[in-house]
Nanobody, 116 residues
Framework: QVQLVESGGGLVQPGGSLRLSCAVS????????MRWYRQAPGKERELVAA????????NYAESVQDRFTISRDNANNMVYLQMNKLKPEDTAVYYC?????????WGKGTLVTVSS
């Protein structure tokens, strides 16, 4: 059983930064690919970034390339999403995601609002 708890969302002005955190628990938390997704109002959920168990970056959405950085701290069972140069279109609920075997796990999400 894997549990994911996101934190770090909030209101930020355009051009600002936020760091999202995902606390991971479960027997296999350090051996799975971790992903961040987001869902903006009225839109489908989309993949933002993914990272391997060893910390190698799998991919970024084109819209966040060069602005967002995914990382993980396996010793403390944490996954992060550093978001810089935020834009209003980055406004969304951000979710942590993991797949273990046939099971898909999601956190409850954290809301990021980019507005002046």
């Amino acid at each position: 059983q894997v549990q994911l708890v996101e934190s770090g969302g909030g209101l930020v002005q355009p051009g600002g930064s936020l760091r999202l955190s995902c606390a991971v628990s479960g027997a296999t938390s350090n051996s799975v690919v971790m992903r961040w997704y987001r869902q903006a109002p009225g839109k489908e959920r989309e993949l933002v970034a993914a990272i391997t168990p060893a910390g190698h970056i799998l991919n970024y959405a084109e819209s966040v390339q060069d602005r967002f950085t995914i990382s993980r701290d396996n010793a403390n069972n944490m996954v992060y999403l550093q978001m810089n140069k935020l834009k209003p279109e980055d406004t969304a609920v951000y979710y942590c995601h993991a797949v273990v075997g046939l099971m898909v796990y999601w956190g409850k999400g954290t809301l990021v609002t980019v507005s002046s």
